[in-house]
């Protein structure tokens, strides 16, 4: 199992950034899908999941509204379009697959985990 983010860099507060994740080594459409975030010196955070298809969705509040979770299983990829970014979404963002019937914002429900692709919003 392999997962690969990309689409992270450098935006203004109130810009706009579109994240992938392409997944290989498993049947991607068969599994729930998330994004984590750490920012510095603090603990990785959860920031949305997915269900099989895209009409299973969860997010965290800070971000509802301005993130979007979604997925292509033909393309065995997920993408996070984050919209109206602040300085405090600044992190390393992390792809990961879950795992059925754990707590979907729970680390422990991720059995495998993207290298993560640093997102910064500068004010």
């Known amino acids: 199992v392999q997962l690969q983010a990309s689409g992270g860099g450098l935006v203004e507060a109130g810009g706009s950034l579109r994240l992938s994740c392409a997944a290989s080594?498993?049947?991607?459409?068969?599994?729930?899908m998330g994004w984590f975030r750490q920012a510095p010196g603090k603990e990785r955070e959860f920031v949305t999941t997915?269900?099989?298809?895209?009409?299973?969705?969860y997010y965290t509040d800070s971000v509802k509204g301005r993130f979007t979770i979604s997925r292509d299983n033909g393309k065995n990829t997920v993408f996070l379009q984050m919209n109206s970014l602040r300085p405090e979404d600044t992190a390393v963002y992390y792809c990961?697959?879950?795992?059925?019937?754990?707590?979907?914002?729970?680390?422990?429900?991720?059995?495998?985990w993207g290298q993560g692709t640093q997102v910064t919003v500068s004010s």
């Open positions: 997915i269900g099989l298809t895209n009409s299973t969705t």
């Open positions: 080594g498993y049947i991607f459409g068969n599994y729930p």
């Open positions: 990961a697959r879950r795992r059925f019937g754990r707590d979907y914002a729970s680390h422990g429900a991720y059995d495998y």
